[in-house]
């Protein structure tokens, strides 16, 4: 039984130990194989790792980024270091990853602690020069260039693009800057814009004064809040009239006192035949249009011929004096060189001085004009004095010439006398001033109302009682700084402002007015108060339909018509003309009914930017006697105290028994607004040019 047992346990234990032996076999080959999947999973990990590391190093390599690092762990990247800024932080990131999956980067960077870059300063300028326009400057880049460009190469404009950008916010004041900027490049033909955060610089150039003073108010009117302009509009050349030049002598001396010519290459020839005349190196000449046919060439002839001589030219007349001692042989001979050499338009007047009187030598005197320098001559007793009196003069007058000559024989108190009435002068506009050792005179034109009374109170402050004086200071109030005067230009801008908004409208085909004109005639009655004293021209013009000579003979005659109409009216129509201009001078296209309706118009132009000088007024000497200095002084003050606030007429002056008269009292005057060709025209009043029903033709 046993053995039985024996026998059927031997089979069993075989079959368990076969299966231990296939079970162990099976656990070698799978461990075998998942050893050498494992080897083959870690090499291709490791080639990707290296491949990653390879390409974000080349990345950061190519964009210069050399405080970045990086390092891998398993499949991802790790970028650390210091980055000196958030830019270059953004720039690693964005570098290494256009050659790595964005979820593969793990970002460690750090920025350096510091203030952020400045942003740069943003510019912009435009120049143009008629179809032509370039852009040049450094923009913020969220700026739309091209839109920029196509905003500006409307009409046919040329654009030349220049500009760069930088990666950074433009400042707030930058953008409604940007937008004036361009707006002022689309108006002009001519000039130059610079736009900077908050501030547009504007040189532009104007056809003429009525253009200039257009451009100046549309520019002015479209100026956006915040935005500070600067802007300088230059027109044509000013007219000058009477065109001048005079050249005079003292004690041998050359002095330019009046210079003009019409371009710069002229004005540089005659200042240096001047200078080669003796005249002073830092001598000047006025640039403006209105000389007379071949006035450079009478110039340089004058010049040439004068010698010692005193030249005087207005227009196209030319005085020469020549010196007293000139021999007859010579004048003559200058006589036949001028004649020879001056344009026939010019005419000769050739004279020789005379010999000067014979003075005392207890003289001085000084003149002061409209233009500097002023003039002082005479004599002191020594040159501590000279000195002292030249610093005075130079003090109360501006800059001066003249010589004072050393007579240590004249009086004590000469040298007090004459600082005395220099002192008076300070009172004068233009003026002249003679001391002598038996009185003080003191004659002239002020702006100050109180003139004579401040002149003779300088007098006894300086000298104190008890000497003569004369005094003749007449009150001109275009002088006066305390009277607000406009400008001619002021003046031509609101006469132009009234008829544009003008209800004057003319016969058809005709120059007679038509309708009420009274209410303008009111207006222009209050501008001319304080403008007749310029020279101004009252211009018609046409649109090109009809003849030329038509056109031309009907626009002065309409011209002609509201100038009488001023006359007639009682305007102070003195120093106005009247000219017509036919079509030959469009400011609109005629091919339409808006742009002869433009053409078709009257135009107040300014001729001189001067007022006409007035002539010299005749006043009554104010004489007496210097009071004391403490007296002078309280005589002053009760005067200028005495002048009622809302009075017209001075009290009668302390020094004297003539009467001043008071400056008129001003009112301000209103802000006017300088119409442009383009402003509507009121919709219920009739053309000012043209009457409704009126054809084409007849409204020529």
């Known amino acids: 039984m046993d053995e039985l047992q024996k026998s059927s346990e031997a089979p069993e234990a075989a079959r368990t130990g076969g299966r231990m032996a296939r079970l162990t076999l099976t656990v070698l080959t799978l461990v075998v194989a998942g050893a050498g999947s494992w080897l083959a999973a870690t090499r291709i990990a490791d080639e990707i790792e290296a491949q990653s590391l390879a390409q974000a190093r080349a990345a950061l390599t190519g964009e210069e980024l050399p405080w970045a690092r990086i390092s891998t762990n398993g499949l991802n990247v790790q970028l650390s270091g210091t980055a000196p800024d958030e830019m270059a932080r953004f720039r690693a990131l964005s570098a290494v990853g256009s050659r790595i999956d964005d979820r593969r980067i793990e970002d460690r960077m750090e920025v350096a602690e510091r203030a952020l870059l400045d ?3 943003f510019s912009l300028e435009l120049m143009r020069q008629g179809p032509t326009l370039s852009l040049i400057g450094l923009l913020p880049e969220r700026t739309d260039r091209k839109a920029m460009a196509e905003r500006l190469s409307k009409a046919g404009t040329e654009i030349t693009d220049l500009t760069g950008t930088a990666a950074f916010p ?195 005197t000084a003149e002061i004009g409209t233009t500097p320098p002023a003039s002082i001559a005479g004599v002191l007793p020594n040159a501590t004095m000279r000195q002292t009196v030249q610093s005075l003069a130079r003090a109360q007058l501006g800059p001066v010439e003249g010589e004072l000559k050393l007579d240590p024989d004249i009086p004590d108190d000469w040298p007090l006398r004459v600082m005395a009435g220099l002192d008076a002068m300070g009172a004068l506009d233009r003026g002249r001033l003679l001391v002598t050792p038996q009185r003080i005179e003191v004659s002239g034109v002020s702006g100050d109302p109180f003139a004579t009374e401040k002149a003779v109170t300088a007098l006894a402050v300086r000298i104190g009682a008890g000497v003569d004086y004369a005094i003749a200071i007449a009150y001109d109030r275009r002088l006066d700084p305390e009277i607000e005067q406009p400008d001619g230009t002021t003046c031509v801008d609101r006469l132009n402002t009234v008829m544009l908004e003008s209800e004057i409208g003319f016969e058809p085909g005709g120059a007679r007015i038509a309708g009420d004109i009274a209410p303008v005639l009111d207006d222009m009655r209050q501008i001319m108060k304080n403008c007749a004293d310029f020279r101004i021209e009252i211009g018609g013009h046409t649109d090109a339909q009809g003849s030329e000579a038509t056109n031309m003979a009907l626009s002065l005659g309409r011209a002609e018509a509201v100038l009488d109409a001023l006359n007639t009216a009682g305007l102070p129509v003195q120093n106005m003309v009247a000219a017509g201009y036919g079509e030959t001078r469009p400011i609109a296209e005629n091919d339409t009914q808006e742009g002869r309706d433009a053409n078709r118009r009257i135009e107040m132009v300014l001729l001189s930017p001067d007022p006409v000088p007035l002539p010299e007024p005749e006043v009554q000497p104010v004489t007496g006697r210097t009071l004391s200095a403490e007296a002078a002084t309280e005589a002053l003050m009760a005067a200028v105290n005495a002048v009622p606030l809302q009075g017209d007429i001075l009290p009668e002056p302390l020094f004297g028994t003539e009467a001043l008269a008071a400056p008129p009292k001003i009112e301000p005057a209103a802000e006017v607004l300088v119409a442009t060709p383009d402003t509507p025209r009121p919709p219920d009043r009739p053309d000012a040019h043209q009457p409704a029903d009126a054809s084409a033709k007849e409204a020529q």
């Open 170 to 364: 433009p400042p707030e004041s930058w953008r409604p800057a940007l937008d004036f900027g361009l707006q002022a490049a689309e108006a002009l033909e001519q000039g130059t814009i610079s736009v900077t955060p908050g501030l547009v610089q504007i040189t532009a150039n104007a056809a003429s004064p009525e253009e200039k003073a257009q451009i100046e108010a549309a520019l002015s009117a479209a100026q956006p809040e915040g935005v500070k302009l600067a802007m300088t509009v230059s027109s044509p050349l000013p007219i000058i009239a009477p065109y001048r030049l005079r050249l005079v002598r003292t004690d041998g001396v050359a002095r330019l006192e009046n210079c003009a010519a019409e371009t710069a290459q002229s004005r540089e020839r005659i200042l240096a035949a001047a200078i080669a005349a003796g005249a002073d190196p830092a001598s000047d000449c006025m640039l403006g249009i209105g000389a007379p046919s071949g006035w450079e060439r009478a110039v340089l002839a004058a010049l040439d011929a004068a010698g010692q001589g005193r030249i005087d030219m207005i227009d196209e007349t030319l005085h020469l004096t020549l010196p007293v001692e000139m021999a007859d042989d010579t004048l003559t001979a200058v006589q036949a060189e001028l004649d020879s050499t001056l344009p026939a338009n010019f005419k000769l007047d050739l004279q020789r001085a005379e010999a000067a009187p014979e003075e005392g030598p207890a003289r001085f």
């Open 119 to 121: 942003p740069p300063d």
